[in-house]
């Protein structure tokens, strides 16, 4: 079965300018979630889709947004880049919730300059 | 709110050494407690979780885990460290009515000298 995948890899992009991420969870599963590492604050969650809606959200400004397709594919999109928002922004799917293991995608590694 | 605290952000250990990574949780409500391994521009891999049951839990690599209540910790151990155990090792704990959502700790860099 395939694993997760996350397209780009890497991207470098300009402030102001915007994002979007995409990643393509293990086929059957409804959960998929995004994680921001960064050396400083290390990993923090920033959202959660479940069957297209939107189930968790973290503490991160309102640039950044997600949607998740029919098909359980996910997005997820930052607006008016920072350079702050350079980071690796990992996928993360399940079956379905908690107690379910959660695999994560390799990552897109972002570099705003 | 529920938080991870790991103690120790960098360990290192000799080949054949027992590892034993550190890591505390506060929680509120019953805690699922979950360990993930990541590697060099990789992503984390689950090692292995506790939600219910026995309280020590076995993981893949020989890894193994102890959930005690008492003392509000989830240690990670290896008996004998193998030099591709060098990487970076994350605790995380969520919970029941938070969906999938993992509150991570900040992370330790194992490091296994020859």
């Known amino acids: 079965k395939a694993g997760v995948t996350q397209t780009p890899r890497y991207l470098i992009k300009t402030r102001g300018q915007q994002v979007t991420l995409s990643c393509s969870p293990i086929?059957?599963?409804?959960?998929v979630s995004w994680y921001q590492q960064t050396p400083g604050q290390g990993l923090q969650f920033l959202f959660e889709?479940?069957?297209?809606?939107?189930?968790n959200k973290g503490n991160f400004p309102g640039r950044f947004s997600g949607r998740q397709f029919s098909n359980s594919r996910s997005e997820m999109n930052v607006s008016t880049l920072e350079l702050g928002d350079s980071a690796l922004y990992l996928c993360?799917?399940?079956?379905?919730?908690?107690?379910?293991?959660?695999?994560f995608g390799p990552g897109t590694r972002l570099t705003v300059t | 709110a529920q938080s991870v605290t790991q103690l120790g952000s960098h360990v290192s250990v000799s080949e054949g050494a027992l590892v034993l990574l550190r890591c505390n949780y506060s929680?509120?409500?019953?805690?699922?407690l979950f360990w993930y391994v990541q590697y060099p521009n990789q992503g984390l891999q689950l090692l292995l979780k506790?939600?219910?049951?026995?309280?020590l839990v076995k993981g893949i690599n020989g890894f193994e885990a102890e959930f005690k209540k008492s003392e509000t910790s989830f240690h990670l151990t290896k008996p004998s460290a193998h030099m591709s155990d060098a990487a970076e090792y994350f605790c995380?704990?969520?919970?029941?009515?938070?969906?999938?959502?993992?509150?991570f700790g900040e992370g330790t860099q194992l490091t296994v000298n020859p």
């Open positions: 993360a799917s399940s079956l379905a919730g908690t107690t379910y293991e959660q695999y």
């Open positions: 086929s059957g599963h409804r959960s």
């Open positions: 889709y479940f069957s297209e809606t939107q189930r």
């Open positions: 929680s509120s409500v019953p805690p699922y």
């Open positions: 506790y939600t219910t049951g026995a309280t």
């Open positions: 995380a704990v969520s919970r029941e009515t938070s969906g999938s959502r993992l509150t």
